[in-house]
T-cell receptor, first 113, second 114 residues
Framework: AQSVTQLGSHVSVSEGALVLLRCNYS??????LFWYVQYPNQGLQLLLK??????LVKGINGFEAEFKKSETSFHLTKPSAHMSDAAEYFC???????????FGAGTRLTVKP | DTGVSQDPRHKITKRGQNVTFRCDPI?????LYWYRQTLGQGPEFLTY????????KSRLLSDRFSAERPKGSFSTLEIQRTEQGDSAMYLC????????????FGPGTRLTVT
């Protein structure tokens, strides 16, 4: 069954530092993978998606993620953190039934001034 | 605003009462999804519509839960005889058939059962 695991429930970085949020997936078929961001009391906003095209995917707000099949990973990065990046980030994989999304437990990003 | 909207944003109810939430998807989207999110967790799939047809329901959706999408546009999620364990954020999402499964989420309805 499709699933994702996010490593680290909480990541703290300084403003201007590299952001690295980790996600590993399990899938019986070539996966479709997604990263979403959630700000407090709001819904989820799509950051980027991997759909078996280019392995390096660029998203909004300067984020990107690299699909590595050998490592079953889809880590999210941003070269320089901004205070406005503080939020909850969710990795997700398309379910095998094609009708749902399987989310990780989330990683809370804190950005220190 | 052409995004997904949900109403109400917050609902406080007493145990045993019934509640109903509404979701208005992006107008041209024919797929609509309901998820539940508890504190510190990612969203969990509840159910899915394509047009007016409810095509799949998760095991999480007990018989106290019912969802409808009568005209293939807005959807309602009703919880009967609410329990404290139903306290969560209920998220609605929509997508367009043929896209690569890209779902757009609403702001959610936060339910508190006292």
């Amino acid at each position: 069954a499709q699933s994702v695991t996010q490593l680290g429930s909480h990541v703290s970085v300084s403003e201007g530092a590299l952001v690295l949020l980790r996600c590993n997936y399990s899938s019986s078929v070539p996966p479709y993978l997604f990263w979403y961001v959630q700000y407090p009391n709001q819904g989820l906003q799509l950051l980027l998606k991997y759909t078996s095209a280019a392995t390096l995917v660029k998203g909004i707000n300067g984020f990107e993620a690299e699909f590595k099949k050998s490592e079953t990973s889809f880590h999210l990065t941003k070269p320089s953190a901004h205070m406005s990046d503080a939020a909850e980030y969710f990795c997700a994989v398309k379910g095998e039934d094609n009708n749902d999304m399987r989310f990780g437990a989330g990683t809370r990003l804190t950005v220190k001034p | 605003d052409t995004g997904v909207s949900q109403d109400p944003r917050h609902k406080i109810t007493k145990r045993g009462q019934n509640v109903t939430f509404r979701c208005d998807p992006i107008s041209e989207h024919n797929r609509l999804y309901w998820y539940r999110q508890t504190l510190g967790q990612g969203p969990e799939f509840l159910t899915y519509f394509q047009n007016e047809a409810q095509l799949e329901k998760s095991r999480l959706l007990s018989d106290r839960f019912s969802a409808e999408r009568p005209k293939g546009s807005f959807s309602t999620l009703e919880i009967q005889r609410t329990e404290q364990g139903d306290s969560a954020m209920y998220l609605c999402a929509s997508s367009l058939a043929g896209t690569v499964f890209e779902q757009y989420f609403g702001p959610g309805t936060r339910l508190t059962v006292t």
